[in-house]
């Protein structure tokens, strides 16, 4: 099992350019998190599936959409990036409790 | 709105020290994870404690979980370097009756410095 994967590891955006974050688990979780941290501040939950089809916002959603058209997928789609998205990205997988992490993606927007 | 809040912030300490890290949250869960980040690395699951009481060892590092004082605490014993990382707690607020599609609320994370 490779557990979580996430691509790319490492981006450099310019402003205003778009990007799609990768997250796969192949474990068979129903639930699939978004994360951005920031220096300090711990991580904060960006979406959520709970499913196939289904996805919800979670505390910080502003600049960014998911999809989920797979169990196994979990996409991030950043539009028209800022400074403020200049962050460490995870993405982690739960069955019912403990949420297994990616190895992040470090984005930096210029 | 939940809120985890972890003390301190920064811990250095010296090899075959004891030293203790709280972690106080806001409102009642019984649903309470401790993870582990290795500089540049992802997050490692430590232990999950799932009711009042609960408490968990794996080698030097030992938590607890008192839902009353919504508090829990990582207690760390005779330090090696080996342990310096960062340490988060992170809640469930729907505890275990469920309702929160398992979403956790991260404290800022405590980095633990071991020194020789």
């Known amino acids: 099992n490779a557990g979580v994967t996430q691509t790319p590891k490492f981006r450099i955006l310019k402003i205003g350019q778009s990007m799609t974050l990768q997250c796969t688990q192949d474990?068979?979780?129903?639930?699939m998190y978004w994360y951005r941290q920031d220096p300090g501040m711990g991580l904060k939950l960006i979406y959520y599936?709970?499913?196939?089809?289904?996805?919800d916002k979670g505390e910080v959603p502003n600049g960014y959409n998911v999809s989920r058209s797979t169990t196994e997928d979990f996409p991030l789609r950043l539009e028209l990036a800022a400074p403020s998205q200049t962050s460490v990205y995870f993405c982690?997988?739960?069955?019912?409790?403990?949420?297994?992490f990616g190895p992040g993606t470090r984005l930096t927007v210029l | 709105e939940l809120k985890v809040e972890q003390n301190p912030l920064f811990l250095s300490m010296q090899e075959g020290k004891n030293y203790t890290i709280y972690c106080n949250y806001s409102?009642?869960?019984?649903?309470l994870y401790w993870y582990r980040q290795d500089p540049g690395k992802s997050l490692e699951s430590l232990f999950v404690?799932?009711?009042?009481?609960a408490v968990k060892q794996e080698g030097r590092l030992m938590a607890s979980l008192d839902t009353k004082a919504r508090l829990s605490t990582l207690h760390i014993t005779a330090a090696v370097h080996d342990l310096s990382a960062t340490y988060f707690c992170?809640?469930?607020?729907?505890?275990?009756?469920?309702?929160?599609?398992?979403?956790?609320?991260f404290g800022k994370g405590t980095l633990l410095t071991v020194n020789p």
């Open positions: 982690a997988s739960s069955l019912a409790g403990t949420q297994y």
């Open positions: 474990m068979n979780h129903n639930y």
């Open positions: 404690l799932l009711s009042n009481g």
């Open positions: 409102t009642t869960s019984d649903r």
């Open positions: 599936s709970v499913g196939a089809g289904i996805t």
């Open positions: 992170a809640v469930d607020k729907g505890g275990n009756s469920g309702g929160s599609n398992y979403k956790l609320t």
